[in-house]
């Protein structure tokens, strides 16, 4: 009688606690197995238009400046719903930057303003280290949340290219020199489910101090979207 009664009990309690997980809507799920202590960590991707701040006269961009960045992040919920968390992670991003400013020589720095090139790019790439604050609307059962996620990121700068085409000549540089080395920015990422906007600030300059004698140097603001994927 005692097993009977056991067995009876865990049935009963079995189709209670399946009738409060099946309570989300089936077009809301999308997540079969129930997992209460679940982690967004997260891989991401994103696509930005890098737009230079502080510039200098006579100074504009042309077309848009591409960029991508991509990498991983490592959630740790820090209150039971799991609506907080801390998320550090590791990335990799890219920038092609188009604008009217031409470097003709990097071994003593000489810049050129030239309204019409054939080609001016220059192509960085950058290893990045973020940790973010997050607040999120996520469910058990769902992948389908608001959120904003806000945060610091460390940059460091692995490679400089410039390249131009034009009136002056035909110039490409390789030379991270150029380039301040390091930077820390702050950065947000709001939106719903799969689409989310994207817009990060980078405190330190682009260009070493000693390379521009002004006394602005750029400092990269970027505006996009971010896809996270798990």
Known sequence: MKFLFSMLFLGVSFQVFSQATDSLPALERTIKVTDPFYREDQFYVGVTHTMLRNQPDHFSQR?????TNFGFLRDFPINKQRTFSIAPGVGFALYNLRHNLALINQDQPAFEFDNNPQKNVQ?????EIPIEFRWRTSKVHSHKFWRVYSGLKYSYL???TSKYEGVSGSETFKNKDLFERSNIGVYVSA???????YAYYGFKPLFNKEVLDNDRHFNMLNLGL???IL
Do not use: C, E
């Open 63 to 67: 077309s848009i400046s591409i960029g």
């Open 123 to 127: 192509k960085l790439s950058y290893i």
């Open 158 to 160: 692995l490679n400089g």
């Open 191 to 197: 939106g719903f489910n799969t689409w989310n906007f």
């Open 226 to 228: 971010m896809f996270y």
